[in-house]
């Protein structure tokens, strides 16, 4: 039962570079999310789509795309990344919105130099 | 908006000893989750909390939920290694429908 996965794990990026996370989740979920995780700071949400078809910002949504590719993926795009969004990355799902559990992903190290 | 803060940031206890962690809300709550990041891990979940007042355990684990649903505790009886990690509560406005908003956790060592 894989829950939800992520890719890449790790990721080095020059500071101007683009890259997209891939996240997919194989439960059925409707709801999907994108946190940043940074040190003293907690979980962040970035962008969340809470059903299929819909996306909204988060938090923290400068500088970061989204696409809801279809129930089961949720993608992350970085278009040209800074040193200030160098963080641990975590993909999530729930049944819903409202209430529901949260389920993350392993996360995703990602460095910009 | 919302606010969920979340006491102490850090926690260093020796093996044996209880641990407890404390999440206050600016709003009323319609609920509260806690989750457990072991280092290097990603955050599970361990319990929701709903009613006003509520208390559950899990083993050694008590997690409360305040008369007036704007605070929140966890409570680890004689600590063990195996409890070492960041431990988040989450909650939402009980106003609204929006997502769950996270304290920054409590990272809690434990010395054996």
């Known amino acids: 039962n894989a829950g939800v996965t992520q890719t890449p794990k790790f990721q080095v990026l020059k500071t101007g570079q683009s890259m997209t996370l891939q996240c997919a989740q194989d439960m059925n979920h409707n709801s999907m999310y994108w946190y940043r995780q940074d040190p003293g700071m907690g979980l962040r949400l970035i962008y969340y789509s809470a059903s299929e078809g819909t996306t909204d910002k988060g938090e923290v949504p400068n500088g970061y795309n989204v696409s809801r590719l279809n129930k089961r993926e949720f993608s992350l795009r970085l278009e040209s990344a800074a040193p200030s969004q160098t963080s641990v990355y975590f993909c999530a799902s729930s049944a819903g919105v409202a209430g529901n559990t949260i389920y993350f992903g392993e996360g995703s190290w990602l460095t910009v130099v | 908006g919302q606010q969920v803060m979340q006491i102490p940031q850090y926690q260093h206890v020796q093996e044996g000893e209880d641990f407890t962690t404390y999440c206050n809300s600016s709003?009323?709550?319609?609920?509260i989750q806690w989750y457990k990041q072991r280092p290097g891990g990603h955050p599970v979940f361990l319990i929701q909390?709903?009613?006003?007042?509520e208390v559950k355990k899990q083993k050694r684990l008590t997690f409360q939920f305040g008369e007036a649903k704007k605070n929140s505790s966890l409570h680890i009886t004689a600590t063990q290694t195996t409890d070492v990690g960041t431990y988040f509560c989450a909650g939402r406005d009980g106003g609204s429908q929006g997502n769950l908003i996270f304290g920054k956790g409590t990272k809690l060592s434990v010395k054996p």
């Open positions: 909390l709903v009613k006003s007042g």
């Open positions: 709003t009323t709550l319609s609920n």
